[in-house]
């Protein structure tokens, strides 16, 4: 057995003590956090969890593990585990808490919890994420078992993501970190008694952590909250949304872009007329000009690219690239334009792409960079809401891990909104199952040169994700997942 995990650990437990408690003081010991959102957003159930939700499961019902401020895995209801040598089998202890509302942990009732979860999450990409999965046992009263059909190095990270968050049977509270109240619209969150959630009992826990208050508004109605100096933190900004963070003077230095991987880029709706042919569709990415884009939205930096899965990322071999990449823009958009004018002069029409996208600055800017491109190649491009009948369709989505699966899962048949290739899910399916890390990585390439080739995903570059910290926010860092849990955001500042 090997990677053993303890809250014994001395300085673990000191910061786990700093960070744990109640409220304290009056209503200016609070610190006031936005999520951009629907305001209704924040108390939704079920398996695909808006933003706000997210967070809000992730403060008031971990799982067996959780994320810190800086993405890394730490001890959640489980304060330690061991992972065996073949990495088949991870075996986690619980710890001495309680369910919020009463009733102690057990392993039968958080094995319950777990089932429950895995089986909404069926169908999911998170789901996909999570089809190792092989059995989970209770081996003694406080012992849970999970045993996979092959090694995942990532399921910590899985683990931890807050869909997994579990909930007592018959209550539907978690076990905190925070203890819960709802205010119509706000959520009021105040961290548990450490003896509660099985930490060593701290007799001035109450003196170093302050409520948090948090509501989930549209992203002009958050900023304007935070320009009024009504909030301390404004979290899960986006693309469509930067402009407005990036205007109206605010301090640059509000501004907190996370350095995160993912998807953003346009999927295939549908498989017919015009998008029925794969070199119809590689017309769309080849006439785009991604190095345009980041000018538009006014994001320094921002990283484009034609390619599904990074070529920096965790163990991934560079698949064969698009013969068209080394081709010059101008060379790019000939091509594509004198492919359009034969599709036109067959069937006598133009071709009108209808592309689905949020509302906001930063969309406005996208589309108008993304339809003159289009425009050059003899694309008509119309924009419409994401509700809308569409033929593309925005994918935004952080990376949860840092493995290639993560991007082949979110592209694969049953999850993807249109076409899709099998034969690529069959690869991906293949290097799963492969334990060798070369024949593995070869798999994955070929998976992802097929994807490429099927043109049913058009990449454009990384997500954005951005937030506003107040000077006196605490418990805030930057990070690769856009994590940013609340419970180190009740430390009350020094």
């Not at 190792?132 to 012992?143: H, L």
């Not at 539907?172 to 959520?187: I, T």
């Not at 133009?350 to 003899?378: N, Y």
């Amino acid at each position: 057995m090997r990677r053993l995990r303890s809250l014994a650990v001395l300085g673990f437990v000191a910061a786990a003590l700093a960070l744990t408690g109640g409220c304290s003081g009056g209503p200016g010991d609070t610190v006031d956090v936005v999520v951009i959102g629907e305001s209704t957003s924040l108390f939704d159930g079920g398996a695909r969890l808006s933003p706000a939700a997210q967070l809000l499961r992730g403060a008031s019902a971990q799982g067996l593990v959780a994320l810190d401020q800086q993405g890394q895995v730490i001890p959640g209801i489980a304060d330690r585990w061991i992972v065996t040598d073949d990495g088949l089998s991870y075996i986690f202890r619980l710890s001495d808490g309680s369910w919020n509302g009463g009733g102690k942990l057990a392993a039968a009732p958080v094995r319950a919890a777990l089932m429950q979860s895995l089986a909404a999450l069926r169908g999911t990409a998170l789901g996909k994420d999570l089809a190792g999965i092989e059995e989970v046992r209770v081996m003694t009263g406080r012992v849970v078992e999970i045993r996979l059909s092959r090694p995942q190095p990532d399921l910590l990270l899985l683990l931890a993501q807050p869909e997994l968050g579990l909930l007592g049977q018959g209550q539907g509270r978690g076990a905190g970190p925070m203890a819960l109240r709802r205010d119509g619209k706000v959520a009021y969150l105040a961290l548990i008694d450490p003896q509660l959630r099985g930490l060593p009992a701290s007799a001035d826990w109450k003196e170093a952590v302050r409520p948090v208050r948090l509501r989930a508004l549209p992203a002009e109605a958050a900023i304007a909250r935070f320009e009024r100096g009504e909030s301390d933190a404004v979290l899960g900004g986006r693309y469509e949304s930067f402009p407005l963070a990036d205007a109206g003077g605010l301090s640059r230095g509000a501004v907190r872009l996370d350095p995160v991987g993912g998807l953003f880029g346009l999927a295939v709706v549908h498989g017919d007329g015009f998008l029925a042919d794969p070199q119809n569709r590689e017309v769309i990415s080849m006439a785009i000009d991604r190095d345009a884009l980041p000018a538009a939205l006014g994001i320094g930096g921002w990283s484009m690219t034609e390619r599904i899965v990074p070529a920096e990322n965790d163990g991934n071999v560079p698949a064969e690239p698009q013969k068209w990449l080394g081709l010059s823009m101008e060379e790019r958009q000939s091509v594509a334009a004198s492919r359009i004018a034969r599709w036109r002069s067959a069937m006598s029409e133009p071709v009108r792409l209808r592309i689905a996208l949020p509302a906001g600055p930063g969309t406005d800017r996208l589309f108008a960079s993304l339809a003159e491109s289009l425009g050059k190649a003899g694309l008509i491009a119309t924009r419409v809401g994401l509700a809308d009948p569409a033929d593309l369709r925005l994918v935004d989505a952080v990376a949860r891990y840092p493995g290639s699966l993560w991007f082949f899962h979110q592209l694969s048949c049953g999850v993807l909104p249109g076409p899709c290739d099998p034969n690529a899910d069959g690869l991906v399916v293949k290097a799963a199952q492969t334990t060798d890390p070369a024949g593995r990585a070869a798999l994955l390439a070929q998976a992802e040169e097929r994807l490429a080739a099927s043109n049913v995903y058009i990449p454009l570059g990384a997500p954005i994700r951005w937030s506003l910290l107040r000077g006196n926010a605490t418990g805030f860092v930057v990070n690769r997942f856009a994590i940013h849990p609340l419970m180190p955001m009740a430390l009350l500042p020094k």
